[in-house]
Structure formats: C-alpha cells, structure tokens
C-alpha cells in the first residue's frame, strides 16, 4: 500500500499522475491493469478484504505481471506463497535456526572446497591425571561419501617432583686439588625425566644429561 500507482488508460506511463495506491478505486474481487511508479510495464492489480483472528478488518493488494490472472489465481497463489512463510517462522521458533553458528565468520573459514587443503592443529591439555579418549569427526556434504572419525587419547601424567639433597656446594682449593662432596638428586614420581646440567667456572663450561629412574636411580650422561 506504501507504493504509488496509476490506473492503465494509456499506452505511456510517463504520462500519468501516481497516487497511493489505496486512493485507487479499485472494486473487491476485480482485478484492475495499473501502473507502478518505478516499473515501466503494466501489472495486475487486486484488493482482497478479510477478517483477523481479532475481528478487525485487514486489507491486502496484490499485484502480479500475469495480466490473464483471476482475483481468484491471484489469491490463491499468495496464499500458497504465504504458507512458506510459515514455514520459516516455525522453523525459526523451534530449530533456534537464528542462533546457527552458519551465521558466524568461523563456520565458513572451516570449510574446505575443492582442491584446497586445512591444517588442524589439536592441542590436548589434561585436567587430571588420567587417560582422555575421544575422537575428531569430520563430516562431508557428498552424499556418497562418510563421516571420517580419528580417535584420539591423551595420557595426563603427574608433574616431576625433583627433591636435592643441597642447594649449593663449596669449596676452597689450591691449584691441582680436588675436592669432593655427594649431592643427591631423588626422582619421586613413576617415570623417567631427564634434565640438563650446567656447570662452569672461569676456567672451564662443562655440561651433561641426568636420566632420573623412578625412586631415586640416577645416572649422569656427558
């Protein structure tokens, strides 16, 4: 009803004068061959009449390029087109359809289109000291193709627990002596770990590898 119209009674549309088109006369259930302002060919136009769940009195116009179209074809195809609307708005309320992460600049840069490859980097960071097990599903749009499924599991292991038995050696020595002291490194946990030793002077830089075994073993590797 916002847009504006003229009723055909020439062959050049520039010629005549729009109005409203609710200030038309047009009779209810008489298709009528109108103009449109912005539209350079003459269209078929109806008004329908009805009544709202709330007995308030709606109307509609309706427009179509088929001038050969009845009130009753014209009605009957925007109710068929009406029902997809419907259609819409149900699944809108019960599929949260606007909520779809389609909607999100994320979804669309994890597609992958033909010929074109995606690194996935998986990062598994344990909450607990245990074993994780789960699996990656990539899902695929070619109907004759399946999900592929990787599994993957993670192992959430105990943090070292490194006990020494001195925090600092020392010793006062002439030049060609030696002198020793014991300092003991104990591993408390069930499994290996290696750590690095560094040691220098200002005459010399050394350094070397610890594996320390469960319960204490140690052994140094230069």
């Avoid at 979804?107 to 607990?128: F, K, M, Q, W």
Wanted: charged letters at 20%; aromatic letters at 10%.
């Amino acid at each position: 009803a916002n847009r504006q119209g003229a009723l055909v009674d020439a062959t050049d549309s520039t010629k005549t004068e729009y109005v409203p088109v609710q200030s038309l006369e047009l009779q209810e259930d008489t298709p009528v061959s109108v103009w449109l302002k912005g539209y350079s060919k003459p269209l078929l136009l109806c008004r329908q009449v009805f009544k709202n769940k709330d007995n308030s009195t709606g109307i509609l116009y309706l427009v179509t390029a088929d001038l050969t179209a009845t009130y009753s074809s014209i009605t009957t195809t925007y109710q068929r087109r009406w029902a997809v609307e419907t259609y819409h708005r149900s699944l809108k309320n019960n599929t949260s359809v606007c909520a779809s992460p389609t909607k999100t600049i994320k979804t669309p840069c994890n597609h992958i289109y033909a010929g074109e490859e995606l690194d996935l980097v998986v990062v598994y960071r344990p909450s607990s000291i245990e074993i994780d097990d789960t699996v990656l599903i990539f899902f695929s749009n070619d109907p004759d193709e399946d999900s592929l499924v990787v599994s993957l599991t993670g192992s959430g292991v105990a943090p070292p627990m490194i006990a020494i038995s001195l925090d600092s050696l020392s010793g006062a020595l002439s030049t060609g002596e030696t002198f020793t002291q014991l300092l003991n490194i104990a591993n408390k946990q069930r499994r290996k770990y290696e750590l690095k030793l560094e040691y220098k002077s200002d005459s010399f830089f050394k350094s070397g590898f610890f594996r320390l075994d469960p319960f204490g073993k140690s052994g140094l590797h230069h």
